[in-house]
């Protein structure tokens, strides 16, 4: 299962919210939902979301067995 954790831990240290994310930067409030829920997004998203926060995918994601 890939677990997005990594990324509300990620996101709470930068200077983003997501207020910003969402306004500044165009991601969408159903992404958001996505990734609180562990569901799948794509791996455009996963790219967007790692320059936004200028991090790397293990800051986003990660495989829980």
């Known amino acids: 299962m890939i677990d997005y954790s990594p990324f509300w ?4 240290k930068s200077n983003e ?3 910003t994310l969402t306004r500044e930067h165009g ?7 996505r990734l609180k829920n562990n ?3 794509s791996m455009k998203t996963i790219n967007r979301l790692c ?6 995918i293990q800051d986003i ?3 829980v067995p």
């Open 9 to 12: 831990k990620t996101l709470e």
């Open 17 to 19: 919210d997501c207020r």
């Open 27 to 33: 991601v969408s409030n159903y992404v958001l939902l």
């Open 39 to 41: 569901e799948d997004v």
């Open 51 to 56: 320059q936004i926060l200028d991090c790397q």
């Open 61 to 63: 994601m990660e495989y």
